[in-house]
């Protein structure tokens, strides 16, 4: 061994081989070094670059999601706007009565106000009296002010509505202002609480704000959700969803729904470029958006399935359409993923966003709302979706174990499986997505076996005489009627083996929605 090392260092290509590799190394070492070096001192440079606080260049501490605390010195004409709706808020703007004493239903109704009748008569002219009323004694909470939320918001202030409530931790950057509905240059940096009230009372000087300069969380809910902070205290009429990260969108609509207050939902506008292809539907019936998608599989995983009104979009991604990508792997080099947003575990990537579809979520959200507040005839939105399919697919199901299970000499009077009409609505529709993993059809579905069990199909019974059979969620796929019957026939009795019986295709389609599901279920 000594000889061979021996042989192996006096060689003349080991020598230059050991060379260049010392040679690299010290090179590597002098590059990161110097980078090193250069970053200490462009670093101490931008620090010293730092003026020292005083009456001369004032801070204020950061919110604890590194947002500005408060709006930076303000224009003249922002404080000539200021000053108008503080004269408004104390009844100069019509006939020397508070807006207090205004946005209460008798109130408008004795008493209308001119001006503001004035300025919104085409709504009341619309609505009624009775229903104008209503709406101008309405309190909505917005949570969300970017693209959907903000176009909302103003779209509720103009229509009459008194009282918001905006919620939102984020602050206007520069890319904020392809879809934002009321930014200008001069509010980047500020928080978006601040700048939508502050630009839209020079429009509606009437309406009263409380923004809550913070982050959506559910241990804040009770404080977030409450009544109105200031003079006659009530609670919200509705709230408005135009959150973006997902485990907050479904913190909220979940304690909506658990509380009784009313809520919609607006979903994904990034990618999206056709607005003849929203709708307002219920959270069950709401296809071809991967957002509403993921937000029904975490509600059904806390036993809410419907009755949550959300507006979305049913166009199908396409050639030459935008999409929406992975994270670049060079962002990954730059450290760990939740690093890289302002708060930990919130998205870190740029949507493609055309500028006018936000717009157009955050209107039809707020005409959603108008009508529901006003009770102006119209489709709710937040009715049942598909529930007599599920009622019938389950029916199946039962149907087919019984004759699995007859078809193995068990007696099936009795026979109970371990499946309900929620767990029907979660395959179907998160799953394998409304449609057979066969055909690709989206009608006469079926939910069935894909594989005979070990040991067949067995029925156990338990100490109350109670009949089952072992079955997964997981153990079933998703055909139209016919498909489960010829697979029933051939697979499950016939004894051939699926892998003979459909295209690769269908083999590796149906593993990865398999694979989908022992994912979600641990939401369940």
């Known amino acids: 061994m000594t000889s061979w090392f021996e042989r192996q260092a006096s060689s003349h290509h080991v020598q230059l081989a050991a060379a260049a590799i ?27 670059s730092i003026p020292e606080l005083n009456e ?19 224009i003249r004409e922002d404080e000539r706007v200021s000053a108008l709706a503080r004269r408004a808020q104390q009844g100069d703007y019509d006939k020397g009565l508070s807006v207090e004493a205004l946005t209460t239903y008798q109130g408008w109704l004795l008493n209308p106000p001119d001006l503001i009748t004035e300025q919104l008569t085409r709504t009341a002219s619309f609505l009624g ?42 602050q206007v950057t ?66 408005v969803d135009a959150i973006d990260n997902i485990d907050s969108k479904v913190t909220l609509l979940e304690y909506c729904h658990k509380h009784g207050i009313k809520v919609i939902s607006s979903m994904g506008a990034g990618c999206k470029s056709d607005p003849t292809r929203l709708f307002v539907g ?53 450290g760990q993923t939740n690093e890289l947003s302002v708060l930990p575990d919130f998205r870190a990537r740029i949507l493609p966003v055309l500028g006018t579809m936000p717009a157009v979520f955050g209107y039809t959200v707020a005409n959603f709302v108008v009508l529901e507040l006003t009770g102006y005839p119209h489709e709710s939105g937040g009715g049942k979706g598909r529930e007599k399919m599920y009622d019938s697919i389950l029916a199946n199901l039962q149907g087919l174990e019984e004759r699995l299970a007859r078809h193995e000499g068990a007696d099936s009077c009795g026979l109970k499986i371990p499946v309900t009409k929620d767990d029907v609505g979660y395959l179907v529709e998160e799953v394998y997505r409304g449609k057979s993993v066969v055909s690709n059809l989206p009608t006469r579905l079926a939910l069935v076996r894909w594989k005979v069990p070990e040991g067949g199909f067995k029925v156990e019974e338990n100490g109350d005489r109670q009949k089952s059979v072992r079955l997964s969620l997981n153990d079933l796929v998703c055909m139209t009627k016919d498909e489960a019957a010829a697979h029933e026939k051939e697979v499950l009795k016939g004894g051939r083996r699926a892998e003979e019986l459909y295209s690769t295709d269908v083999q590796q389609l149906v593993e990865r929605r398999r694979g ?7 939401y369940r």
Not at 307 to 322: C, L, N, W
Request: aromatic share 8%.
């Open 22 to 48: 010392f040679s690299g190394v010290t090179v590597a070492g002098l590059i990161y070094g110097t980078q090193a070096i250069r970053r200490k001192e462009a670093m101490h440079e931008l620090k010293a």
């Open 56 to 74: 001369t260049h004032h801070a204020d501490m950061l919110t604890d999601f590194g947002a500005a605390s408060r709006l930076p010195n303000v």
């Open 129 to 170: 009296s009775d229903r104008f009323a209503l709406l101008c004694n309405s309190f909505v909470i917005v949570v969300g002010l970017g693209g959907v939320g903000s176009h909302c918001a103003s779209a509720l202030a103009r229509s009459g509505v008194s009282k918001i409530r905006l919620i939102d931790f984020d």
């Open 174 to 239: 520069l890319s904020s202002l392809n879809r934002h509905a009321v930014a200008t240059l001069a509010d980047v940096g500020t928080p978006k609480v601040e700048c939508v009230p502050k630009r839209l009372q020079a429009v509606v000087p009437w309406v009263q704000w409380e923004c809550f300069n913070e982050v959506w969380k559910q241990e804040q809910a009770d404080r977030l959700l409450g009544s109105w902070c200031t003079g006659r205290r009530r609670n919200p009429d509705y709230v």
């Open 282 to 334: 219920d959270i069950s019936a709401s296809v071809e958006d991967p957002l509403s998608r993921v937000t029904r599989r975490r509600l059904r995983a806390v036993g809410i399935s419907e009755a949550i009104p959300v507006v979305y979009s049913t166009e199908k991604p396409g050639p030459g359409k935008a999409q929406l990508l992975p994270l670049p792997e060079e962002e990954f080099l730059k």
């Open 516 to 522: 989908e599901e022992r994912h979600f279920h641990q």
